[in-house]
């Protein structure tokens, strides 16, 4: 089944309790901070309906004959990744920016989950049937997905016993309908979505077997006791003829705060289970990386397209030293493509009967795309020139006293007047300059986990033998060195 954009809306009007900028939110879909990223997401929905792009945003279910969002579509073969890549390039393009988590980044993690169904059966069965349904569900319900990891986490150095106990979410206490959690989550895009999977941190919750604070769940987003306290939003803050992504493509964060809020039994997944709490983690971004660094590749192109666009303007793409930058910026688009490409290319069988993409090239792909991000914005910043961030606004470029002096000033030649260089310049300082482009770096920097887990994620799927037997070969070491020891 796919739902429409209005539908999506509808769904989200559930009497959710939203705050921003000091006031609480009657209706997300009409508040100037969220309607841009709501209209982009209900977009996502209507592609999915209409004839142009039906064939790229959904497929027709074998058992039930509906159609389905193929971003949702368990993974089985080389050919639904390449079609769920196929459907976020459409995505990115018609949101005209870079938009990452709109569902189909953070629903992997249920793939995940799958994956891991017979692990968790094994700690706990309670909670299997459940899963399967959730599983289910987040394939043919087209819900809004969005992922709850990270809690305030308070005192670092305090286990959660010896501080404020709510810093980590955890279970305070069961009723004959489920669980009753407290704590808080901060979360990309929670005021707007409709479910989250919700886990554990990585954190010292506990080396307990039974830890109350190794929980999971899916939580509904309209349920009673849920706060959505979001960060000031960019949109609306300055004219969209000046800031144009920040009023487009904002995905605004919650904290949400679970104020002992009740999770009927049938959505809890694991509970009290400190090993099944660790085995979701060690696995959560096995598919969800994929659509993660695919962003990243949005972005670089989003850099290039900015930086050849300006050179182009102001004849300076003919320099060797400017098509040095230019093809610096190329290398990192394509290091990042190479690393997608191949890690569907090199896809792996999942324990659970799933097509992952190449477990080691995929999370190697995420540190080069993140870790090398921040150098490649500053060199697209270089090739723009300090022009981006001295350009007046749009307004006073219709200022009847000053217009004919910007007109002089920012037309190049003929084909370069002054309104396109004016656009292009509001374009790429809110892509690499404005607060909005600071806040898309830490995104990418932080949103799936931080640069240190990223690294664990390498280290625990490199395959280290190659190196270690060529250099034993190599070096002609003896047979009593050993790689197990
Ligand atoms: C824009 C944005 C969007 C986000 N969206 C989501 C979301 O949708 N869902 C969600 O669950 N979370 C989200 N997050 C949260 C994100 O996952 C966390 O910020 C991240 O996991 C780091 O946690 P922290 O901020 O509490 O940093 P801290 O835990 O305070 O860590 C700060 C730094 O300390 C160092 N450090 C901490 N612990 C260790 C360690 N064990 N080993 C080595 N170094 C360490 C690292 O340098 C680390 O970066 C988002 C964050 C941002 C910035």
């Not at 799958?114 to 319900?141: C, W």
């Not at 656009?423 to 240190?452: I, K, V």
């Amino acid at each position: 089944m796919i739902r429409t954009g209005d539908e999506y809306r509808e769904s989200i009007r559930d009497g959710r309790k939203v705050w921003v900028d000091g006031e609480q939110v009657d209706d997300v879909t009409r508040h100037p901070m969220f309607k841009p990223i709501v209209d982009v997401r209900a977009r996502i929905h209507d592609l999915a309906h209409e004839e142009a792009s039906q064939a790229r945003m959904t497929y027709r279910s074998a058992g039930t004959g509906e159609l389905n969002a193929v971003a949702n579509k368990l993974p089985r073969t080389q050919q639904d990744w390449h079609d769920k890549r196929a459907a976020v390039d459409l995505v990115q393009r018609a949101a005209g920016g870079v938009v990452t988590r709109v569902g189909d980044e953070t629903i992997g993690e249920m793939w995940s989950l799958y994956d891991g169904q017979d692990v968790l059966n094994e700690v706990d069965p309670r909670f299997s049937e459940n899963i399967r349904r959730h599983i289910e569900t987040a394939v043919t319900a087209d819900p809004f997905h969005v992922s709850a990891n990270t809690d305030p986490k308070g005192d670092r150095s305090k286990a959660p016993k010896d501080q404020d106990p709510d810093m980590l979410l955890h279970v305070v206490r069961e009723t004959d309908n489920g669980i009753v959690v407290r704590g808080a989550k901060y979360e990309t895009a929670a005021a707007y979505a409709n479910q989250a999977f919700t886990k554990p941190t990585i954190a010292n919750w506990g080396n307990d077997a039974l830890s109350d604070y190794a929980v999971g769940f899916v939580l509904d987003m309209g349920s009673p006791g849920l706060k959505f306290v979001c960060r000031n939003g960019f949109a609306g803050r300055a004219p969209a003829s000046d800031y144009p992504l920040a009023n487009r493509v904002d995905e605004v964060e919650s904290l949400v705060i679970f104020d002992d809020v009740e999770i009927p039994w049938e959505d809890v997944l694991f509970y009290q289970h400190t090993r099944a709490a660790a085995f979701i983690r060690a696995t959560l971004h096995r598919y969800s990386a994929f659509p993660f660094v695919q962003r990243t590749l949005h972005l670089a192109d989003l850099m290039i397209g900015a930086a050849l666009w300006n050179v182009k303007q102001t004849g300076l793409e003919k320099q060797p030293a400017v098509q040095e930058k230019l093809a610096q910026l190329a290398c990192y688009r394509e290091t990042v493509n190479a690393h997608l490409t191949a890690a569907i290319a090199m896809a792996e069988p999942s324990p659970g009967g799933l097509l992952m993409p190449n477990q080691s090239l995929l999370y190697t792909g995420r540190v080069v795309a993140l870790s090398q991000l921040p150098a490649m914005m500053h060199t697209a910043r270089e090739l723009c020139g300090g022009q981006i961030c001295i350009t007046p606004d749009a307004a006073t470029f219709q200022h009847p006293e000053i217009a004919p002096w910007l007109e002089k000033y920012y037309t190049v030649n003929e084909n370069w007047v002054a309104d396109d260089r004016r656009r292009l310049l509001a374009f790429a300082r809110d892509l690499l300059n404005s607060d909005y482009a600071g806040h898309r770096l830490t995104f990418q920097l932080f949103a799936q986990s931080p640069p240190f887990a990223q690294l664990g994620a390498v280290y625990r799927n490199f395959d280290f033998s190659g190196p270690l037997d060529l250099v034993k070969a190599a070096a002609e070491l003896s047979d009593k060195v050993d790689a197990s020891l």
